[in-house]
């Protein structure tokens, strides 16, 4: 119970209510320190990712246009190099162009007699496994370089009528195979410019028919290194309170799982799994003493008394160890032992993490590219607290109030290739923010981050 | 009717400068009063309420209008003052209990000195007695806070207290008895 008495008494009745006006010189510092950081540009974390995600749209935008150009560039190199470019928009036009290229092929083919001209080598570089496999199938001995000029690109949404019909109405794929012995060189050109045209309608087709068609499942798995720090926000009236940024620093920490997808419409699909994730903070070189009043002017952190060891209080939380912190140099301080020392500190938390991830396809090509958006709920399964001189002290304990159940959301981009048909590789630039603050102290709180780059493998079916 | 000071703490919500004025305006006064009874002089005094204002205008909005306010800025400035004190002094814990405080022998005490002068002795004390002192006494706060306030164990703040009544009294017994000699009245 507290004790009260007449110097307490005297001392509080004078002096609690006693004002006096400071100096005006205190306003003018403090107005002006004010308006200094009000000049300052604070940017909100938000707005810092926002930032981010427009700066990765907009490279992914920058990428796809380059690999754009780059499907349609062999062909219309070659083209032309070989003819005046001119593109193939009607039949009418394709005799005059036709001809041309039956000038080109003959004067070639004066060297290599009989041989039948191989004009799938450009398409099937560009445009992958469907014209590959009509390659194969019209194969011929020759791999001449001789090219097709197929100036026209594939229509954004291509339909049946895209497909340009032979002149003569006969199958344009019957026609090459039969082109290299019977027929003459000009109808093989047409064909082949026809046919490379209608491939590139059909890989599309089936690309979109796939996406159109309805859900389409897939598996896989992610792993990557993250960066997690964490933003505090303090009551200034918190115990101990102090500028932490000073001393505390994010560490590189792991992430990965496993997860499902389902492609749910042509640009759009949904992801979930289990994932497991590890984050936390560290002070490199936490300076420590016996208590506040002990710890000599250096220190950043107070720590264990003689009797029982106290605990630290940091960002993040409390946390105390078995035992004490090695003493590792005294000082003397008016006639009193001060006992000091530094330790290297790490609170590491992990995670089971569900995440409900959206994505959206901006680009839609060989290499896959989506702005994803998601929630996750990060389940507590490990919590410790480490100090170590690096030398032969070492104690391990756990960072106090913590939750156990924490929300969080991410953003990312995705980038998808390819390998067959239903294997694709994946890169996940990825950051998430705690939404929910990961302690329960009133005082503090504490709202995790992380940068990460997750590299994965689906698997569709 | 809306309280002028909740006005004014909304405006500095939104960093008005002229309601940023208006809040300093209205307790500078007091909280230099405060700043003095923890500071050893007159300028770290005007250190601690220029931090302690900035610390104020930054974190405004966690006031969120829950207790008093001007228990929320005291609160704030005397951690403002602990910390500086922290970071400026090496300070020395005295924990044996030799110096048990007999509340008696201050019985005789009479009111003559002014504020003024009673701040003077409380800023001659050593920072850490001002400070167990100035939180027990004054402020009001108990053992168990002061300790888990300054991280200090409850049997440190209790002998830190009770030597700095016994110097605060024998200050106080000095200057009656110099006043005595020279028939100075106060």
Same mark, same amino acid.
């Given at each position: 119970m507290k004790t009260d008495n007449n110097i307490d008494r005297y001392f509080r009745e004078n002096l609690y209510d006693f004002q006096m006006a400071p100096p005006q010189t205190v306003w003018d510092r403090v107005e002006q320190d004010i308006s200094k950081k009000t000049q300052k540009l604070i940017i909100p974390i938000f707005l810092k990712v926002a930032a981010g995600i427009l700066l990765l749209a907009t490279l992914a935008t920058l990428l796809w246009k380059v690999t754009d150009k780059k499907d349609i560039s062999p062909v219309t190199t070659v083209a032309e190099e070989m003819t005046p470019a001119k593109e193939i928009s009607s039949p009418g036009n394709l005799t005059t162009d036709t001809e041309e290229i039956v000038t080109e092929h003959q004067s070639q083919q004066e060297s290599i007699p009989g041989a039948a001209p191989n004009n799938q080598i450009a398409v099937t570089q560009a445009y992958g496994i469907y014209s590959a496999e009509i390659d194969n199938s019209i194969s011929s001995d020759t791999k001449e370089e001789t090219q097709p000029v197929v100036n026209s690109s594939v229509p954004d949404e291509p339909t049946h009528e895209n497909l340009i019909p032979s002149n003569d109405q006969t199958p344009v794929i019957a026609e090459s195979l039969n082109s290299g012995e019977n027929e003459p060189a000009n109808t093989i050109s047409k064909n082949d410019v026809i046919l490379q045209q209608n491939l590139m309608v059909l890989e599309q087709l089936s690309k979109n028919s796939v996406r159109e068609s309805g859900s389409r499942w897939s598996v896989g798995g992610q792993a990557g290194p993250q960066y997690s720090y964490r933003d505090v926000s303090v $009551? @200034?009236?918190? @115990?101990?309170?102090?500028?932490?940024d000073q001393f505390e620093d994010g560490m590189l920490a792991f992430a990965g799982g496993i997860n499902v997808q389902l492609q749910a419409a042509k640009r759009f699909s949904i992801q979930s799994g289990v994932y497991y994730s590890k984050i936390g903070q560290e002070v490199s070189s936490m300076i420590y003493g016996e208590d506040n009043f002990f710890?000599?002017?250096?220190?950043n952190y107070a720590v264990a008394s003689d009797e029982s060891p106290e605990p630290i209080n940091n960002s993040t939380g409390t946390f105390a160890f078995s035992k004490n912190l090695p003493p590792q140099m005294d000082q003397t301080v008016e006639e009193s032992t001060v006992t000091e020392g530094t330790v290297y500190t790490e609170q590491s938390f992990e995670f089971v993490e569900v995440p409900l991830i959206f994505k959206y396809f901006i680009v839609d090509r060989k290499l896959d590219i989506s702005l994803n958006g998601g929630i996750w709920t990060n389940i507590l399964i490990g919590n410790k607290a480490i100090a170590t001189d690096n030398l032969n002290f070492y104690v391990e304990d756990k960072t106090n109030d913590i939750n156990t159940f924490n929300y969080s959301g991410s953003l990312g981009i995705g980038f998808n290739y390819p390998l067959t048909s239903n294997l694709l590789i994946s890169l996940d630039p990825i950051f998430k923010y705690?939404?929910? @603050?990961?302690?329960? $102290? @009133?005082e503090t709180e504490v709202h995790p981050y992380t940068f990460g780059i997750m590299t994965g493998i689906n698997f569709s079916f | 009717m809306v309280d002028p000071v909740e006005n004014i703490i909304k405006g500095c919500c939104r960093k008005d400068p002229r309601a940023q004025k208006m809040l300093y305006e209205r307790y500078s006064g007091q909280m230099f009063g405060v700043c003095l009874r923890y500071s050893t002089s007159a300028e770290d005094a005007q250190d601690v309420l220029h931090e302690g204002f900035l610390k104020i205008f930054e974190k405004i909005e966690q006031y969120m209008f829950k207790g008093s306010f001007e228990g929320w800025i005291r609160k704030i400035m005397v951690n403002t003052a602990l910390e500086k004190f922290r970071n400026q002094y090496k300070v020395i814990s005295i924990?044996?209990?030799?110096?048990?405080?007999?509340?008696?022998?201050?019985?005789?005490?009479?009111?003559?000195?002014?504020a003024k002068e009673l701040m003077n002795l409380i800023q001659e004390l050593s920072p850490q007695y001002r400070m167990v002192f100035n939180l027990y006494a004054i402020e009001g706060y108990s053992h168990k806070e002061i300790s888990d306030l300054l991280n200090i164990s409850e049997g440190t703040s209790k002998s830190n207290l009770s030597r700095a009544r016994i110097i605060l009294q024998e200050k106080v017994k000095k200057y009656y008895s110099q006043t005595v000699r020279t028939g100075t009245t106060l």
């Open positions: $009551n @200034p009236g918190y @115990p101990g309170y102090q500028d932490y710890r000599g002017p250096d220190a705690y939404l929910s @603050p990961i302690n329960s $102290n @009133p | 924990q044996d209990s030799a110096f048990e405080y007999d509340a008696r022998s201050a019985e005789d005490l009479t009111d003559n000195m002014t």
